[in-house]
């Protein structure tokens, strides 16, 4: 799984976050897989919001994926706790039979650690007045 472009990450509502980001296929896979969008608090110890979930709203599975296409996922995220502060965000994909991650490298091909892509402080969090 190589990254195509940046999450943008706005609030959509008190307890909602959109994210967006994309994919581009580097071979394609016989193995339908879930994808997980994670905020995580400024100490990456506790999950403060999420979604997991098919890609495209379960309209692009990842068995239909093929070399070389970009794919652009959007998710809402739910909020888990309330919380101040910036997240960073955490993205992959998993086998939803085994909860296994699927390796991530980066560019220069070393294994990334978790089996995620880190994006550090990406986006401010959720005030505690606004829900």
């Known amino acids: 799984m190589a990254q195509d472009q940046t999450p943008s990450v706005a609030l959509a509502t008190a307890l909602l ?13 016989v193995a339908c897989y879930v994808v997980f969008t994670h905020l995580l608090s400024e100490g990456m110890d ?3 919001a999420q979604h997991d979930g098919l890609p495209v709203e379960g309209r692009r599975p990842t068995t ?7 794919i652009v996922d959007a998710h809402l ?10 997240c960073p965000v955490e993205i992959g994909l998993y086998d939803p039979l085994s909860g296994e991650r ?30």
């Open 77 to 86: 995220l739910h909020w888990r706790e309330e919380y101040v502060g910036t």
């Open 102 to 131: 699927l390796p991530v490298y980066d560019r220069a091909g070393k294994r990334l650690p978790h089996d995620r892509l880190l994006l550090d402080r990406a986006v401010y969090s959720l005030p505690q007045n606004e829900h």
């Open 17 to 29: 976050l959109s994210a967006n980001h994309g994919f581009q296929m580097e071979a394609s896979w």
């Open 46 to 48: 506790r999950l403060v």
């Open 64 to 70: 239909g994926w093929v070399q070389g296409e970009a």
